[in-house]
């Protein structure tokens, strides 16, 4: 049920930046918080963005989180090879009364 | 510390029934929602059902709706999820979680449902 369209990958150079983006509806990103999550090779999804652009304790603020419209980003600043991992956004659907993830994507370090 | 432990995955054919449960440590269980996720394999992840802190307010996924039945008990800090007539599409790891999309979230590390005859 992944109403949420992510890029399938995204790459670059360690310590350069990464963008990923992430579209959705009115019904969903439109009007209500979205957050991301990071899941490494074998294990389960952490929470690295909630409401939209807050970080949890923990989290380094090499990772933001941005939404404008019915679009939400997550930006990775200083790439470093263990963030190569798979990446989700995700938010509440008030039409639906579902939660949505996204497609996800997968970031590699070049 | 917070722990969330899930058991009762296994091999099941389809149409059987499966009930698995989360058992919750380290912190106020009945001040949190709680979720359960699902990753196919080599899959992204799919959100299955949404219970708040007091059991009162419940939703599921359509895929699901009708065949699984979230629960909770906050006396035993424990967390279920009964699933019936599994078809071979449930198949999948099974997370529970905290607040699992907020700042306070906490995910298990998944228990596998296999479906297959």
């Known amino acids: 049920q992944s109403v949420l369209t992510q890029p399938p990958s995204v790459s670059a150079a360690p310590g350069q930046k990464v963008t990923i983006s992430c579209s959705g509806s009115s019904s969903n990103i439109g009007n209500n918080y979205v957050s991301w999550f990071q899941q490494l090779p074998g294990t389960a999804p952490k929470v690295l963005i909630y409401d939209n652009n807050k970080r949890p304790s923990g989290i380094p603020d090499r990772f933001s989180g941005s939404k404008s419209g019915t679009s939400a980003t997550l930006g990775i600043t200083g790439l470093q090879t263990g963030d190569e991992a798979e990446y989700y956004c995700?938010?509440?659907?008030?039409?639906?009364?579902?939660?949505?993830f996204g497609t996800g994507t997968k970031v590699t370090a070049l | 510390q917070v722990q969330l432990v899930e058991s009762g995955g296994g091999l099941v054919k389809p149409g059987g029934s499966l009930r698995l449960s989360c058992a919750a440590s380290?912190?106020?269980?009945?001040?949190?929602?709680m979720t359960w996720i699902r990753q196919a394999p080599g899959k992204g992840l799919e959100w299955v059902s949404y219970i708040n802190n007091r059991g009162s307010t419940i939703y599921y996924a359509d895929s699901v709706k009708g065949r699984f039945t979230i629960s909770r008990d906050n006396a035993k800090y424990s967390l279920s999820l009964q699933m019936n007539s599994l078809r071979a599409e449930d198949t999948a790891v099974y997370y529970c979680?905290?607040?699992?999309?907020?700042?306070?979230?906490?995910w298990g590390q998944g228990t596998l449902v296999t479906v297959s005859s």
């Open positions: 380290g912190f106020t269980f009945s001040d949190y929602y």
């Open positions: 979680a905290r607040d699992a999309w907020g700042s306070a979230s906490y």
């Open positions: 995700g938010a509440w659907d008030s039409s639906l009364s579902v939660y949505v």
